[in-house]
């Protein structure tokens, strides 16, 4: 794919969830580029259980995807921001950042912490901005880890009016499009005819 755009784009293999791993990659996009401009933090796992299932590894991957792996890559870029003079974060979170559904304490707790860490970094820095991008149920691989059938079952059926990919990419190219000094907060992008 990166050949195909011809020398516009790079890749670097990243485990979000190692603190080195980050650091090497935003040290391999600034020796490639010579900048970073923006971030845009997308990985994340979504394994839901009843909370009385136990599932305590799966519990502990999601926070250190969901939340380290997040703070990992900001803690990558605000230093370069900073000396800079700007830069823009942007964060994705999930509609499960604005309720709780059953079974998904542990992913909505991870995506409700996106909407703080993301707030504290505008309130906290006014040259870099900080986006939240908070999508409703998509068309993607997320949850193709989930281990409890019965929650496995339910999201074919929320998958059935899902977004696609590029509804959530459009709402990152708007984010990114706004002029100096508009910081675009939080993004929630549904689909029209369902419920989450």
Sequence with gaps: MAEELSGKVAWHALDVAN?????????????RFARIDALFNNAGVMPPAPLAA????????????????????????????????GGHVMNVASIAGH????????YCGTKHAMRAITESLRLEHDKIRATLISPGVVATELGH???DPAVAEALITWRRQSLTPDAIARAVRFALEQ???????????RPTSAGM
């Design 179 to 189: 002029p100096a000094g508009v910081d675009i907060n939080e993004i929630i992008v």
């Design 54 to 85: 136990l599932k305590r590894d799966e519990w502990k991957r999601m926070i250190d995807v969901n939340i380290h792996g997040v703070l990992n890559g900001m803690a990558s870029v605000i230093p370069r921001f900073i000396a800079q003079g």
């Design 145 to 147: 880890d989930i281990t």
């Design 19 to 31: 603190a080195d791993s980050f650091d090497a990659f935003a040290a391999a996009v600034e020796a």
């Design 99 to 106: 309720l709780v559904v059953p079974t998904a304490a542990v």
